[in-house]
């Protein structure tokens, strides 16, 4: 069945580059349009404005659709979005991106990494290959060889969606699976991703719970986006996920002291390993770490990581739980 237009104004007959420059002139000079009004004002049918809009979101203008008290879909560009500058590198500032990149590995087979694809293929049309072919054997050096990385092909779909929701503000229905339980339903406000140890978190407000939630995305079984709209609270951090954990596991804090030997002082010292620490080198050129913070599972496998080189001295709880750790796996080992 052939579409009938608006009665209005003939039916322009030009190209689409023309016909989409109208549309975003139009969308330009007001705070947005319909696309009953776009379809009269431009003289073409509905299903034509619809192609355009999304010719014009694929073409990178940052174009939203908002729904009225009335009813009416607005579509509009973010504020402001024409006075921003062309964006420009320097040849350093692109060794950084392509460095950032190489560490982005865990995201292969999602959305996000289509994205990076469509930014560098863009930033390769736009560079002598010469300086491409340098710049991506300096990223290949320096890419982590991760193990045990997630695979979140499977999640594509599921990461599409929360893609959207993330960037419009959508409230969305959560199918969640924790570990060993039964799966979960929740009305949810996506604030934001957290990339952590090679994995995706998604943060943000569970009414169910009434209260911020960080939830794994290889357990998410599924997202419906609800098209109601949400606003992030000016106040919110994303420490407000985690509070004083050591990982991402928020439980009550607690006063960790641990002793690591000379042989490893050195590796300790070289980093920051939590907000709280306080270090101190001993006479015998030992180190003794303080902090503060919870999650005893996620401790207790930092500390494993250093056996036989360190001892946890405080609190006694943890003391315990670290030595009935080192104990079962030594009966495990007989011989």
């Known amino acids: 069945m052939t579409e009938s237009r608006r009665p209005g104004k003939p039916a322009k007959k030009y190209s689409q580059a023309a016909r989409l420059h109208d549309v975003i002139r139009i969308l330009e000079a007001r705070y947005g349009a319909t696309v009953d009004e776009l379809a009269e004002e431009c003289g073409i049918t509905r299903r034509t404005v619809y192609r355009d809009l999304d010719a014009i979101t694929a073409a990178g203008y940052p174009l939203v659709p908002e729904r009225q008290s009335d009813g009416r879909v607005l579509y509009r560009f973010v504020t402001g979005f024409k006075n921003l500058p062309p964006i420009t590198f320097s040849l350093q500032e692109l060794m950084t991106l ?97 990339f952590t140890q090679g994995a995706l978190y998604l943060g943000g407000y569970a009414h169910n719970r009434k209260a911020l939630r960080l ?42 002291r641990a002793r690591f030997s000379p042989q490893v002082a050195h590796l300790v010292e ?48 943890l003391r315990e739980a670290y030595v009935a750790g080192l104990r079962a796996g030594l009966e495990r080992h007989p011989d």
């Open 98 to 194: 392509y460095l950032c990149r190489g560490q982005l590995g865990f995201l292969q087979g999602t959305p996000f990494q289509e994205d990076l694809d469509a930014i560098f293929g863009r930033i390769r049309s736009s560079l002598p290959p010469r300086s491409v072919a340098h710049l991506e054997r300096i990223a290949e050096v320096v890419a982590p060889r991760f193990q045990g990385v997630h695979d979140y092909r499977q999640q594509h779909d599921v990461l599409a969606t929360l893609r959207e929701a993330l960037l419009f503000q959508y409230r969305i229905k959560l199918h969640y699976t924790p570990a060993r339980r039964e799966p979960e339903t929740y009305l949810f406000d996506p604030y934001t991703l957290l």
């Open 215 to 256: 939830f794994l995305v290889d357990r998410v079984q599924g997202a419906e986006l609800s098209k109601e709209r949400f606003e992030v609270p000016e106040d919110f951090s994303p420490e407000q996920l985690t509070g004083g954990a050591f990982g991402l596991v928020r439980e009550e804090p607690m006063l960790v």
């Open 270 to 317: 070289e980093r920051i390993w939590h907000p709280s620490q306080r270090r101190e080198t001993n006479a015998d050129g030992s180190v003794t770490l303080t902090l503060e913070a919870g999650g005893k599972t996620e401790i207790l496998a930092w500390l494993y990581g250093f056996v036989p080189h360190v001892e946890v001295l405080a609190p006694t709880a």
